[in-house]
């Protein structure tokens, strides 16, 4: 039988070893803002982080306003703050808007905008009532979570967070293995 | 996000650490000194982390450049409360051997 305790394995041991304690202390606090900003993501509703607009209707989409009606009734409802030097004569300025997300089923549209609170106004598609105004808190959690707020290519920074902790799951498995393989082998010589 | 923020923020988060653990190897052997500074920048920043898990999350908008106390806690304590700790603990050692 070969010997279990090969430079090759005690070579890899001590690689995984290493990788493991720096990995480890390197990416933990990526790690930790990434698991607290995904646990916040799944309970956004819950914890109140997204609004929830209830609303039914029978009207049919046919009916729905045009989308720039819906996008100035959206200018009007928000506050100053979420529309920086907007002006009613200005009419809808895209350049403030971030998307508008259209849902046919609920019979209304998100309007959200690109300012600091992600502002967002939920306006009826048929009627153009503003349903719900205010602050899109999960969308800067999105934004923690895949390292996007701290500007262009850090979403690398969560890349790598997740590459250190696939390696350190591996070696933290085979640092755990490794010794009760060799004890194994040694109880099965004996 | 400014560009000095950016490479705080890239320092703290991953050289630091780095400095603490290459600081940290053998340090059962070092001097009494050597191993108060080398506890007290771990102790500094393992605060740091937390303050800065904190500022970042709370509250949940964009960061402005205005933001002073979020980009202290967010952002400079992951550099400074390392090196603020590791000298607290290099002061207390003198006293304490003095």
């Known amino acids: ?190 | 996000m400014t560009t000095l923020h950016q490479l705080l923020l890239l320092l703290g988060l991953f050289v630091v650490p780095l400095i603490l653990l290459m600081s940290g190897h053998r340090i059962k052997r070092s001097s009494s000194a050597r191993q108060r500074l080398f506890w007290g920048a771990v102790t500094g920043h393992i605060v740091a982390l937390l303050l800065a898990l904190g500022a970042s999350l709370w509250p949940p908008t964009g960061w402005l450049p205005t933001d002073t106390w979020r980009g202290a806690l967010g952002v400079w304590s992951l550099v400074v409360l390392p090196i603020v700790g590791a000298l607290v603990a290099f002061l207390g050692t003198r006293r304490t051997t003095s």
């Open chain 1, 1 to 190: 039988m070969t010997d279990p305790n090969t430079p090759h394995r005690r070579r890899w041991t001590r690689w995984a070893f290493y990788s493991h304690l720096w990995l480890g202390v390197v990416a933990t606090l990526a790690l930790a803002s990434i698991s607290v900003t995904g646990v916040l993501l799944n309970h956004k509703r819950g914890l109140g982080l997204m609004p929830d607009v209830p609303h039914e209707t029978d009207a049919p989409l046919a009916s729905s306003l045009s989308l720039d009606d819906l996008a100035l009734r959206a200018f009007r409802a928000v506050p100053a703050e979420a529309r920086p030097g907007w002006n009613e004569a200005d009419g809808v300025k895209p350049g403030l808007i971030d998307r508008m997300d259209v849902r046919p089923r609920d019979g209304f549209v998100k309007v959200r905008f690109r300012d600091r609170d992600n502002t967002e106004a939920t306006v009826d598609l048929a009627t153009g009532k503003v349903l719900h105004v205010g602050p899109r808190n999960d969308v800067f959690l999105e934004k923690l979570h895949s390292g996007e707020i701290f500007g262009d290519g850090f979403i690398l920074l969560s890349d790598v967070a997740a590459v250190a902790l696939a390696v350190t799951l591996i070696t933290g498995y085979w640092l755990w293995l490794s010794p009760r393989l060799i004890r194994g082998r040694e109880t099965g010589v004996k």
